[in-house]
């Protein structure tokens, strides 16, 4: 610097030139900063920059039943929606057994039968008597198993036991109208066996088989010896 004759020196102001490029220095300076200020921030929620918050989130496994884990995702509400196709209606039971059962059958009763005693066969120490129902309806009906029959005297007291069943029941018989269907007495013949033999009968009287009412018709002098009464299951025809 220069100094002046005998005084203090002086300050030698800066020029205009120079003060321009501070000026300009300093603008570039903080235009930097600002800049860097702007690339650490964070990107707006929506911006392209954003993270995807369904891409960050967690992703947790579904616990199976004994401990187990599933790593695969649940399936979607929309598959357990899923209606199935309704199923065919199916034949109740009662259908079923309405369909299977058997027609029901025709029982002869009292009072569409007629009962009557055939002719005795005597052999080999042997009686045999055909007891004859006769269908007297105007359809067709049903005889199954044994008759009961038991023997009467004049007064109309029982004699003896009823008589036993013997041999196996047998098929159902069918009586069309007019038809017949027969069951047979047995008995020893006189003198075969030391019992003695039961009073002579004068009727007998007679539950078709499926029936609790009785008919009668003449014994034509039946006589039980031997202790042997037995009756068998009736079977088509009027006579063996």
């Known amino acids: 610097m220069a100094q002046r004759n005998g005084g203090a020196p002086t300050r030698r102001r800066p020029s205009a030139l120079s003060v321009s490029a501070l000026l300009v220095g300093a603008l570039a300076t903080v235009t930097a900063c600002g800049a860097d200020t702007k690339s650490g921030a964070p990107a707006p929620p929506g ?9 960050s989130a967690p992703r947790h496994p579904t616990a199976l039943p004994g401990g187990g884990r599933d790593d695969k995702a649940a399936p979607a509400s929309t598959d357990r929606a899923a209606t199935k196709a309704p199923k ?3 034949p109740s039971v009662a259908t079923e057994a309405a369909s299977a059962a058997p027609a029901a059958r025709r029982i002869c009763s009292k009072d569409r039968l007629n ?9 080999a120490g042997n009686v045999y008597v055909p007891l004859a129902f006769t269908n007297t309806g105007d359809a067709s009906c049903t005889l199954t198993g044994f008759p009961g029959v038991s023997l009467l005297d004049g007064p109309g007291t029982a004699i003896g036991e009823p008589a036993k069943r013997r041999g196996a029941a047998g098929p159902t018989v069918v009586l069309k109208p007019g038809g017949s269907a027969y069951a047979s007495l047995h008995t020893l013949n006189k003198g075969v066996s030391d019992k003695p033999c039961w009073r002579t009968a004068s009727e007998i009287r007679v539950y078709p088989p499926d029936s609790y009412r009785s008919m009668k018709t003449s014994a034509r002098s039946f006589q039980v010896c031997g202790g042997v009464f037995e009756v068998t299951a009736v079977e088509p025809g009027s006579r063996p």
Do not use: N, Q, Y
């Open 47 to 55: 911006s392209a920059d954003a993270p995807s918050s369904a891409a």
């Open 115 to 123: 009962l009557s005693t055939g002719r005795a066969d005597i052999g």
């Open 88 to 90: 065919a209606a199916e």
